[in-house]
């Protein structure tokens, strides 16, 4: 059993910056791949960015790259996204998730959620 817990969402202009957390609790959190999910108000939750459980394979959404990196730390069992040059289109809540593979994730548990929202 894995239990995610997000932070670090907000409000923040168009162009900044801010990092979310995920804290993963469970013995078997360095069995799995982690992502990053959004959903936007309206819209399908979509995934953002994924990372092996050895951090040496990542995926990122097309619309996020150059802009976002995702990051893990085992000995802290966290996750992290950094998300820089928001725009207004990355407005949405933010999921944490465990699961198998990085592209097309098979997602086994989920977070409660962080709201990210970016002013225009």
């Known amino acids: 059993q894995v239990q995610l817990v997000e932070s670090g969402g907000g409000l923040v202009q168009a162009g900044g910056s801010l990092r979310l957390s995920c804290a993963a609790s469970?013995?078997?959190?360095?069995?799995?791949?982690m992502g990053w999910f959004r959903q936007a108000p309206g819209k399908d939750r979509e995934s953002v960015a994924a990372?092996?459980?050895?951090?040496?394979?990542?995926y990122l959404a097309n619309t996020v790259k150059g802009r976002f990196t995702i990051s893990r730390d085992n000995a802290k069992n966290t996750v992290y996204l950094q998300m820089n040059s928001l725009k207004a289109e990355d407005t949405a809540v933010y999921y944490c998730?465990?699961?198998?593979?990085?592209?097309?994730?098979?997602?086994?548990?989920w977070g409660q959620g962080t709201q990210v929202t970016v002013s225009s």
């Open positions: 469970g013995r078997t959190f360095r069995s799995y791949a």
């Open positions: 998730a465990a699961g198998l593979g990085i592209a097309t994730m098979q997602v086994r548990y």
């Open positions: 990372i092996t459980w050895s951090g040496g394979s990542t």
